[in-house]
């Protein structure tokens, strides 16, 4: 924050992000959960596709009563993809966050979430929040419908 107090609120977070369309999702979880690895199948298996905002490290900030999640400059548009390397994707820049997705073995994910969602604070802003498995063939589908629920544009 600037000194003056005119920048609004941000931080960074270990986590990826992708979009679909207008719609943000923050991909969250340990070191290896497999947040790239879904992240990947998101771009390459959907259609229309997903688009990466950042891997890894994710900038949030507080604008307009919501969130925008953006890559750190230097990572911009790289994907780490284990057992490959590192590689460049067309990123979107920046994307309204809608939903956080939270990284976990299949046998800690409900057989069906608690509606409504549970949200979670960020920033002063509430986030509805759900478990999946990232390494489930149905994942990034999952993860698609999901959104695709949430209400609003």
């Known amino acids: ?11 960074r977070v270990h986590a990826s992000c ?23 199948r998101c771009l390459e298996t959907l259609t229309p596709p997903a688009r990466l905002v950042a891997d890894d490290q994710v ?10 999640a953006s890559a750190p400059e230097r990572i911009s548009g790289l994907l780490e993809v284990r057992g490959v390397g590192i590689i460049a994707v067309d990123p979107k820049a920046e ?15 409900p057989r069906l979430p608690p509606d409504p969602l549970p949200c979670e604070d ?19 589908v999952k993860l698609r419908l999901a959104v695709e629920r949430l209400p609003g544009p």
């Open 1 to 11: 924050m600037s000194q003056q107090g005119s920048a609004p609120p941000s931080h």
């Open 122 to 140: 960020m920033l002063g802003v509430a986030l509805p929040v759900i478990v999946l498995c990232p390494f489930e063939a149905s994942a990034p």
């Open 59 to 68: 900038l949030i900030e507080a604008r307009d009563g919501g969130l925008v």
């Open 18 to 40: 992708i979009a679909f369309g207008a719609r943000g999702v923050l991909l969250r979880g340990a070191p290896g959960s497999g947040k790239s690895d879904l992240a990947l």
């Open 95 to 109: 994307v309204p966050l809608a939903l956080i997705a939270d990284m976990a073995a299949r046998e800690s994910v």
